[in-house]
C-alpha cells in the first residue's frame, strides 16, 4: 500500500508543479539543457508498523539534506558533479530540489548510472507527537526522464518519524 500511495502522491505533484509545466512550455519551442527536479516526502508512521497507514500523516517544517552526484559528460571530459543542500518540507511533507541545467549533464539521454541523490533527516518535528526517527536515510529512487522537454525527476524513498509511544487503542497490538 505504501509504494501505491508514494506513486499517487508523487504524480499528484508532478502535475501540480508549476517549473514542469514550465519546462514542458519551454521544450515547445527547443530542447534545452536539462532540468532535474529531486524530490522525496517525510511522514509520520504513526502505529510504528514502517508504512504509511491510515493513522499516518505527512510532517511539515523538517530539515532535510539532500545530496547528489551526476556525471557530466562532453566531447573533452567527463566530469562529476557532486552537491549537498538543505530542505524543509513543506505544509504536505514534501521537499523538493530544482537544479537548473547544468552543462554536459544529458541525464534525459543517457542511462542514469553513476547519477545518485539520497536525502538524510535533520531535525526532529518540534510539534508533533512523531519525534523518534523510523527511515533516517534513503537512497532508493525512481528516476522519470523525459527526452521531449530534456528533464529529469528524482523521487526519493519516503523518510519517516514515529512516536516515542504506540497508540494501542488506535493502532491495535503488534
Known amino acids: 500500500m505504501g509504494s501505491v500511495l508514494f506513486f499517487f502522491v508523487f504524480s499528484f505533484l508532478l502535475t501540480q508543479s508549476s517549473s514542469f509545466l514550465r ?13 532535474i527536479t529531486v524530490m522525496g516526502m517525510v511522514y509520520c508512521d504513526f502505529c510504528s508498523n514502517n508504512s504509511f497507514s491510515r493513522h499516518s500523516y505527512f510532517l511539515p517544517g523538517v530539515d532535510v539534506r539532500i545530496d547528489c552526484m551526476f556525471k557530466a559528460i562532453s566531447p573533452r571530459t567527463t566530469e562529476q558533479i557532486s552537491f549537498s543542500v538543505n530542505r524543509t518540507t513543506n505544509k504536505y511533507g514534501i521537499y523538493k530540489l530544482e537544479v537548473p541545467s547544468v552543462d554536459g549533464v544529458q541525464c534525459a539521454r543517457d542511462k542514469a548510472v553513476g547519477s545518485s541523490c539520497r536525502a538524510i533527516l535533520l531535525s526532529t518535528p518540534s510539534s508533533s507527537l512523531c519525534n523518534i526517527p523510523s527511515f533516517r536515510t534513503t537512497s532508493d529512487q ?3 526522464k ?3 522537454t530534456n528533464s529529469c525527476f528524482y523521487s ?3 523518510l519517516s518519524y514515529r512516536p516515542s509511544r504506540r497508540n494501542t487503542s488506535l ?4
Do not use: F, R, T, W
Not at 171 to 174: D, H
Open 142 to 144: 525512481i528516476s522519470i
Open 156 to 158: 526519493l524513498g519516503a
Open 171 to 174: 493502532c491495535g497490538n503488534k
Open 146 to 148: 523525459s527526452k521531449q
Open 23 to 35: 519546462v514542458v512550455e519551454s521544450s515547445k519551442h527547443s530542447i534545452s539543457n536539462p532540468q
